[in-house]
């Protein structure tokens, strides 16, 4: 029987949750998605000073297999449309020379409704890279987009999924992880309108706040809730394009007593940006889920006392499990898959705030429906965190011993 994650008190009570490379031949097979060409602008001469700013939506692999012949992936989208000379995938080793994928992409257009792209395959030595997407202008400069690590491993201890259209990249730091490129939304129509890549230092202030939040009793800390949580934005740090969250024992005593754990949070409320998912978005996190005794992640969303949408819950003590929960219109699934969901590994988890029906999406399938919805004018500010159980209905936290929990990115589409 699978334990709640709340205590049965009424809603109202507390908060119910809680500089640029050589020239490279352009070879090997390749293949591309997006608009044609005819009638978009390429950029030369003066042009070229005023060029479309260029974001780089996902970038795969995040691992290889020495030895092992793999394409790379990349997505952009611009914010006007432009005809790039060239677009592909960069390598460089540690010291610098340049291993790029083969099948560099000439006279590509790069539009806001975005272009994917499929490299030649390639095989490297084992060791630790660095990757990023490139594009070149027709005045000949290049421009690099956002790197992070891509780890070859020695061994085929750690298998790569296969290839499709709606899985999802894990830029992340570990071979332990594994990732395949997306298009876009499982959902219909939607284009990506506000994200975090954690390719940068968390933007506390402008786009975060990371020491407070109103479904908080105190402010910075919750013990109503079954939570030891002490906020602290310093227990939130960005590598490799994966921002990791640790929680450890803190000096504060809570009201009830217990010790707090410091811990992280971010959320979009207080901030200058101030932004909010709203009726018929699509939000998306990619995850690795913690193995800690105690630990309590989640991404949901909050406004005003209520408003909460929980994308995902997770405990390790039930480790092939994640909680899904409407409280706008009560719905709840606990929703078990042993291949997906398990303690230390990926999972890309998203959420359709739908009028009529709440949509959960697992690695890019839909597994629930609550058929209630949140309304035609609701709207929220989204919230990711890492939360440490209290003891009341999942174990508290075994020792002192640190508990982290990571994300690749949370992305919503509109």
């Known amino acids: 029987m699978q334990k709640p994650a709340r205590r049965a008190i009424p809603r109202h009570a507390r908060p119910s949750h809680r500089g640029r490379k050589a020239a490279f031949a352009a070879t090997g097979a390749l293949a591309i998605s997006g608009a044609g060409l005819l009638g978009v602008p390429a950029l030369t001469g003066a042009q070229a000073a005023t060029v479309p700013t260029v974001t780089q939506d996902k970038l ?34 540690a010291a610098g020379h340049n291993l790029d994928f083969p099948g560099n992409v000439s006279n590509a257009q790069i539009c806001p409704t975005g272009l994917s792209i499929t490299t030649g395959a390639r095989t490297l030595p084992a060791g630790t890279y660095t990757q990023f997407g490139f594009w070149q202008d027709f005045g000949g400069a290049w421009h690099n987009l956002p790197s ?10 750690t298998p790569s999924p296969t290839p499709t259209a709606t899985a999802t990249p894990s830029p992340t730091p570990t071979a332990t992880a594994t990732s395949t490129p997306v298009t876009g939304a499982p959902v219909a129509g939607k284009s990506l309108t506000w994200s975090d890549e954690f ?67 971010l959320t979009t409320e207080y901030s200058s940006e101030g932004f909010q998912v709203k009726t018929g978005d699509y939000a998306e996190t990619r995850v ?41 219109n009560p719905g709840h699934l606990y929703y078990t898959d042993a291949k997906a969901i398990a303690k230390d590994g990926w999972v890309t988890i998203g959420t359709h705030y739908g009028a009529t029906s709440v949509d959960w999406y697992v690695n890019g399938t839909k597994v629930f429906s609550d058929g209630k919805g949140v309304g035609a004018n609701w709207s929220a500010y989204l919230i ?31």
């Not at 819950?313 to 899904?324: M, V």
């Open 199 to 265: 390719n940068n230092p968390i933007a506390y202030g402008s786009r975060w706040t990371g020491d407070k939040s109103s479904a908080y009793h105190y402010g910075n800390h919750n013990p109503d809730d079954n939570k030891l949580d002490w906020l602290n934005k310093n227990n939130v740090a960005v590598s490799g394009g994966v921002a990791t969250f640790t929680a450890k024992p803190g000096a504060n005593t809570l009201e009830n007593g217990k010790q707090s754990w410091d811990t992280g949070l």
């Open 60 to 93: 795969a692999p995040a691992t290889m297999v020495a030895g092992k012949a793999t394409t790379a992936a990349l997505t952009v989208h611009s914010s006007a449309c432009f005809t790039a000379k060239t677009v592909g995938v960069g390598v460089r080793d």
């Open 148 to 157: 992070r690590q891509l780890v070859v491993s020695s061994t085929t201890a």
């Open 384 to 414: 990711l965190n890492l939360s440490l159980s209290a003891g009341q209905y999942h174990p508290a936290p075994q020792g002192t011993a640190p508990i982290t929990f990571a994300a690749d990115y949370v992305r919503v589409y509109r």
């Open 288 to 328: 690795k889920l913690p193995a800690g005794t105690g630990a309590w992640p989640a991404l949901w969303t909050w406004k005003n006392g209520n408003g909460e949408i929980d994308s995902f819950e997770y405990h390790p003590d039930n480790p092939n499990l994640l909680e899904l929960t409407n409280h706008v």
